[in-house]
């Protein structure tokens, strides 16, 4: 019978839609609590993103017998961060262009009064809004993605660095069958 290799991409799908879960309920939760869109809560997000990354190459390592290489864990990361990326953006579209598109008009009402602020044309200002309730949910997904990949990366190099742990000429392989 031939050993079946562990699958990262099964894991990080697995730990992406777990976070999707968690902030879909991270954000309506601040929704309701009516908080401040510039509050400092906006970023309660990253935090599970962090740990479901962790636990991501922590789980791919465990499938693995107990050792991981420091490509094998970024590779792990990686994914996770690039499907939760994903996933969270089309959730951000959908979420600002029609399951709370209010969201986008007080951003709206808040640019205005910068700009009027400033002291931009009444027409000036018009066409900037129009241009940020039409693209914004677009704009704010692809950000979201690319910040998410990025901060992803980063996290997915550190956790590879310390969960590495190569199989030495000494070590035992592991078994066969992954359930003896």
Do not use: C, H
């Not at 309701?32 to 997000?45: C, E, I, Q, V």
């Not at 390592?61 to 792990?76: I, R």
């Amino acid at each position: 019978m031939e050993q079946l290799k562990p699958n990262p991409t099964k894991v990080a799908t697995k730990w992406a839609l777990i976070n999707l879960l968690v902030s879909i309920v991270l954000t309506y939760l601040i929704q309701f609590a009516s908080t401040d869109p510039n509050s400092p809560l906006k970023y309660l997000g990253y935090l599970p993103f962090i740990i479901f990354l962790i636990l991501t190459q922590k789980e791919f390592k465990d499938q693995q017998g107990g050792y991981l290489t420091f490509g094998e864990g970024f590779s792990a990361g990686f994914r996770y961060a690039v499907f939760t990326s994903i996933l969270l953006a089309l959730f951000t579209y959908v979420y600002l262009a029609f399951l709370s598109p209010e969201i986008m008009q007080k951003a709206a009402e808040q640019a205005r009064a910068q700009m009027e602020a400033k002291g931009m044309s009444s027409e000036d200002i018009d066409k900037a809004i129009g241009y940020t309730i039409k693209l914004g949910p677009i704009i704010g997904a692809f950000v979201l993605a690319i910040i998410d990949t990025i901060i992803g990366i980063a996290i997915a190099l550190v956790g590879a660095a310390i969960f590495k742990k190569e199989r030495s000429a000494y070590d035992p392989e592991p078994p066969a069958d992954p359930t003896v």
